[in-house]
């Protein structure tokens, strides 16, 4: 702005925001928004829905998004967008926002806040501002300021009114050049009696000479004031030549009174009014008519005897009203004319209110606001200045800015000529946003987020500024909870997966990673609940954050998985942590009155400080050796090495290769004889997967029916299994015999599927197969995971008539009682208690009791991998019932399977 007035346009642009903020996340991988309840309100839409909160949102901080791509992890952006409300309304939102995360996984997160208030605010102000400037830049009246005798500023006003051509050519020219030597007396004993700041001097009359020679009679105003923190004196120059003239010819002269912008109004001695001219009208609201010959006390609404004024020097300010009732700031003069008087009333009112609305606004801003002189004393202070600063106004103004100690991030103490309004004052460069730590009276500490500006567009330094400052303290405690929230597991409070990463790239020594995964939770969880699954998970995290040293990292990857990120650790202490961590996870569990047990499997990994590996593949290769952990028995820890590696991908191949094995016809059926051992006929077929890859071959059942388990693809390979095998039954009978039965194996997973009973009769009603033919085979562990469900699910089966089995008798931790409960029709004994026949007398005593028990209770006893005539004698001595193994016959494609005839099982 190009004006010198002590009020400037900068000053607006400090109102800040009042309103609420809501929080938001932008995850910068996968373009996802998301943001906390209150997002509907500030965007102006009825409901908290997705669809119509994100597109809005999206476009407001679209340009921070674009921003943050190529930015810093940490770095802030702050931007304030206009936001056109449904009802169309414009409403202004400011984003402030952080990059957090690395340069792999960046988010931003931020606040977005309603700051429509504050744009008002600073609209008004400039409108403020604005006027005022014009009050002075457009008065008829001359307006100079001079300091030490020399003259430092005049409105345009002045320039015309002393002759010149151009401001320039006055401003630091002696106030003596432009003043009649005769008048320089009278003024200079005007101005020394002026000694308090605002002090200001009776009109009087001056004679002021013009460039080109001539004289003007004024009448001057001088006001002690401050100029750039150094007494000065401000002048009001108003040509009364005219007005003198009025005064002696006022009769002759009313067409040149008609045009003066004053209202001009002559009275009796007794008050009354005998002209009214035409500004009076504009400025009263009343017509010359009413106004002629009525009390001009009743007229301008206020008591006014012009004699009483003349009396008081000619000159008084007052309150007047208008016709409507409005009231009016009037500068009165008066003077006697003939047989009454002449009265010159000048309308006040717009730069009193532009004034008094410029310091209301100010007063009321949350925003502390300080002026400080170029001698670096405050020389005012706003409300909100003392409240943030915890200073009382006298105690601000007149001390230096240093009375309030700040700090740099670091918590270095600025000595006085790094403060922001230092630097402006000696250079007029603007600070924008510094952020600093205060320090109170009351010894508390708070966050500023402060500004600084010169307080007028001047060329000379050192310059009066204008110092504004927030108080961030709560934003920055917000700033710092969504750094501990992005970075830390919610449920524990420990590190999160993005913290340990971070964590494992920035190494600089050796670094262990010990992946710990909880054995036996999901069934604390799947029984007991979540909520005590979470209680368990939160004592368990506690537990490994005591037990580890204090350098060392803890942190929950989701789940039941934890990692203990352990530094400069041989590998015999490596050794001796885990075991420890297994004891501390393994120590019972008390939640709700319960007692619980868990152990844990433990991968481990090591990494140099030269080590090529991230973070992530770190955490990956953790990962790998724990699952051989669990794969060797779980309850134990394993060291990752490169075969482990490879073992690892030639996993994940197979379980992605298995899921495509069955459309490509990699998988077949085999089947095994199951003989009669009384009369040596084969009786029963078991089927059997098998799978030949195009690359690796034949891969065994005992490494890929576990990788379908626990790949969730057993059900897929599971029905493949039941409905080939029901599709092949009538081959299989053509080469066994028309009464032979099938048997097909189901896993442990397949009995907690909802969709097995319907599946399977399904293959029922589409094959035709009779029902009690066919033999459904449940391994002895598969019961006992679960036994409510297990039972649930077996007697829905044999309610559709299919026969069931209990295969690998003897492994698991059941009984014959138990077992009793359950609709099973048949028990297979496990090949490890077989093989041991003929050589170990407890051996045929376990056998012979659970025949005698199976027989007991009316289930057809089958012995699994019998492979010598000495087993057969004994197992038929026992009075088993079928055998099956291969003395009896290998597993075999349904095209080469025995024709009608006995087995080796015969006598």
């Not at 008087?341 to 009193?352: G, M």
């Not at 420990?494 to 069934?523: C, E, P, Q, W, Y």
């Not at 209680?535 to 368990?540: A, C, P, S």
């Not at 289930?859 to 009075?879: F, P, S, Y």
Request: proline share 5%; with cysteine; aromatic share 4%.
């Amino acid at each position: 702005m190009d004006t010198e007035v002590e009020f400037d346009q900068s000053v607006v642009d400090l109102a800040p925001s009042t309103d609420a903020a809501v929080m938001w996340w932008f995850d910068l991988t996968t373009n996802c928004a998301t943001w906390m309840p209150g997002m509907a309100g500030l965007l102006g839409v009825p409901l908290e829905a997705d669809v119509e909160i994100r597109p809005r949102l999206m476009a407001l901080v679209e340009p921070l998004v674009v921003a943050a791509r190529t930015a810093a992890v940490w770095q802030d952006f702050a931007l304030e967008q206009p936001h056109v409300l449904p009802d169309g309304t414009t409403k202004w939102i400011q984003l402030r926002a952080c990059v957090s995360g690395d340069v792999k996984a960046k988010s931003l997160t931020g606040v977005a806040t309603d700051v429509t208030t504050r744009h008002v605010d600073q609209q008004t102000l400039a409108d403020l501002a604005d006027r005022y400037r014009l009050l002075v830049e457009l008065s008829p009246d001359a307006i100079v300021v001079h300091e030490a005798g020399v003259l430092t500023y005049t409105n345009p006003a002045g320039v015309r009114f002393l002759g010149a051509r151009s401001e320039q050519e006055l401003v630091g020219r002696p106030i003596t050049d432009f003043v009649h030597a005769a008048s320089v007396p009278d003024m200079m004993r005007r101005i020394s009696a002026l000694s308090t700041p605002g002090a200001a001097s009776e009109p009087a009359e001056a004679t002021i000479v013009r460039f080109d020679g001539g004289a003007v009679d004024v009448e001057a105003v001088s006001v002690r004031t401050t100029w750039e923190g150094r007494p000065a004196f401000q002048v009001i120059l108003r040509d009364v030549t005219a007005q003198k003239a009025a005064e002696a010819t006022l009769h002759y002269q009313a067409a040149l009174v008609a045009h003066v912008s004053d209202a001009i109004i002559a009275t009796t001695a007794e008050g009354n009014v005998t002209t009214w001219n035409p500004a009076a009208e504009t400025v009263y609201g009343r017509t010359a008519a009413d106004a002629v010959g009525r009390p001009v006390a009743a007229l301008v609404g206020a008591r006014l005897d012009p004699a009483a004024v003349v009396r008081e020097g000619g000159m008084t300010r007052a309150v007047h009203r208008r016709s409507d009732g409005a009231t009016l700031a009037i500068r009165v003069s008066a003077a006697e004319m003939d047989t009454g008087y002449v009265l010159v009333c000048a309308d006040e009112t717009a730069r009193r209110r532009a004034e008094q609305h410029f310091t209301t606004v100010v007063a009321s801003l949350e925003e502390g606001v300080l002026v400080v002189g170029p001698t670096g004393l405050v020389e005012s202070a706003n409300p909100a200045a003392e409240r943030v600063l915890g200073f009382r106004e006298e105690s601000l103004v007149g001390s230096p800015m240093t009375v309030c100690p700040l700090f740099d991030e670091r918590g270095v103490r600025l000595p006085e000529s790094a403060y922001p309004c230092a630097q402006t004052r000696r250079t007029g460069l603007p600070q924008n946003g510094r952020v600093f730590r205060a320090r109170r009276p009351d010894g508390r500490d708070i966050w500023l987020s402060m500004s600084c500006r010169p307080l007028n567009h001047v060329n000379t330094y050192p310059a009066s500024v204008v110092v504004s400052f927030t108080d961030i303290t709560e934003r920055r405690s917000i700033a710092a909870r969504l750094e501990h929230d992005a970075t830390h597991d919610g449920l524990t409070g420990l590190a999160n997966r993005a913290l340990v990463i971070r964590h494992l790239t920035a190494r600089t020594g050796t670094m262990s990673v010990l992946f710990i995964d909880l054995d036996k939770f999901k069934v604390i969880n799947d029984s007991l609940g979540h909520t005590v699954g979470d209680k368990v998970l939160r004592i368990v995290g506690e537990r490994l954050r005591r037990r580890v040293r204090g350098g060392d990292l803890v942190g929950r990857l989701g789940g039941d998985e934890f990692v203990v990120v352990a530094r400069d650790i041989s590998r015999l202490d490596l050794d001796g942590l885990a075991e420890h961590l297994r004891d501390t996870v393994a120590a019972p569990v008390h939640v709700d009155g319960r007692q619980l047990h868990l152990d844990a499997s433990i991968g481990i990994v090591t990494a140099g400080p030269d080590d090529p590996r991230s973070g992530e593949d770190l955490l990956r290769d953790s990962d790998v050796a724990m699952y051989q952990a669990k794969s060797q028995g779980r309850g134990r820890h394993v060291f990752f090495d490169v075969d482990l590696r490879e073992k690892m991908q030639r996993r994940l191949q197979l379980e992605q290769d298995l899921r495509e094995a069955a459309a490509h016809e990699q998988l077949s059926v085999v089947y095994q004889p199951i003989a009669d051992l009384r009369s040596g006929r084969v009786v029963c077929v078991e089927a059997l997967l098998r799978w030949t890859h195009p690359i690796h071959g034949a891969i065994s059942p005992a490494e890929f029916i576990p990788l379908a388990e626990e790949s969730d693809l057993i059900n897929l390979v599971g029905d493949h299994v039941l409905r080939t095998t029901t599709g092949q039954i009538d081959l299989v009978r053509s080469r066994i015999g028309t009464n032979c039965h099938l048997a097909v194996n189901l896993s442990p997973r397949q009995l907690d599927d909802p969709r097995l009973v319907a599946a399977v009769q399904d293959v029922l009603r589409t094959t035709g197969i009779a029902p009690n033919t066919l033999c459904l085979e449940i391994t002895e562990n598969a019961l006992m995971r679960d036994p409510a469900v297990a039972a649930g699910t077996l007697s829905a089966l044999r309610d559709l008539g299919v026969r069931l089995a209990i295969d690998d008798f003897g492994t698991g931790y059941s009984s014959l009682a138990q077992l009793r409960r359950l609709p099973i029709d048949q028990l297979k004994i496990d090949m490890s208690f077989i093989s041991a026949l003929g050589e170990c007398r407890d051996a045929e005593a376990i056998v012979r009791s659970i025949v005698m028990m199976a027989h007991a209770v009316n289930l057809t006893v089958v012995a699994e991998g019998v492979e010598n005539a000495r087993q057969l004698e004994v197992l038929r001595r026992l009075d088993c019932d079928q055998v099956q193994g291969f003395r009896i016959g290998k597993p075999t494609s349904p095209d080469r399977l025995p024709v009608g005839q006995p087995s080796t099982a015969g006598r």
